[in-house]
């Protein structure tokens, strides 16, 4: 019966299923990761912290224990996952996720702060690959760029799509793709353009119209492949943010708002020790996350008095949150903002006056 026992025990530890748990991760004060360069920057000492969760993929003996400990949340590859993309695209559709964010936060950071940027399309960014498609037959990416589509320029996802809309299914065509590499801490570059050879699918029925204008119904044919577009902005300066081994979205508004504090004249905290998760968008819009209850328990330990979180999230934040710790709920940065100065913070002043549009080198 011992035997038994433990040969079961050892085929659950190595049994992986489509399973995955949520736990308490760190709250980190984000001041250290933050690099302002060419513009006055000032440091204010403020404690101003991201907050990330653990996620782990599960098998069945670790499922088991972890529903012996408190403060974990399990949830399923099809919740985290597109149809028919494999978890293997998990980590790097979470380095996307990061990479997008940080240029939301800088984006939303110095449009607050009076700038105003000039901003141009510069293609279409992959980010999912189902498999058994044609681009994941041709071994496209998540975080690939395409910028052209048999020799036309591809600026935009209607862009690819336009071009795309006459071809025939089986047809082959030729992408010009800026191949992304993503390093072992996550940090995504991108190589020059190189042609990637495919043949085109007939379109899933479901497919919806794409909503383009001078498209009219959806293609007929079909590449697999999920786009947002990707663009390019003149920054005033260079913003360097360490997110190493971090994914997804979720600290975009604390991000946003070490790069206001560095470039502010006064303290936005007012010394106070604070936290903060929520995506950011370009016009200074707060989503919801994930994680938020595993979220307030890193934060609690590590001891913030204050916690700002998506508004829609609030209650499940007081709801694990012990004595001491308050949670603030926003929906947009100006009511971060604004929090901070009702608990004794300053309103952003730039050191650096701001200037209408920049040009775009790449422009």
Known sequence: MVVVFAVAVEVTRHWTLNEYAITPGNATPIEPLVHVSGLTTESHHDTIMLTDVYLEQL???RYFTLHFQSHVQFVSASQLLDPGVPASELAAQGYLEMSDSKQDAEVSAFSSLGWRLKSTPVGALVTAVPAGTPASDAKIKVADRIVSFDGSSVRTTCDLTRDLHPVSPRSTVHLGVDKAHISAKGVITWAQETT???QTAASPRALASSGCAGVSGSNSSWLGLGLEGATSYAFPAKVSINTND????SAGLAMTLCIIDQLSRHSITGGAKIAATGTIDQ???????GGVAEKTVAVQRAGAKYFIVPEVEVATAKANAAPGLTVIGVNTLSQALRALRSIGGAKPVPLSAAKPF???PKS
Not at 246 to 249: T, V
Not at 283 to 289: A, T
């Open 59 to 61: 098998t069945a003996w």
């Open 246 to 249: 971090i994914g997804g979205p």
């Open 358 to 360: 920049l040009k775009d």
């Open 283 to 289: 016009l200074g819009n707060v989503g919801d996350v």
């Open 196 to 198: 990637v050879t495919l």
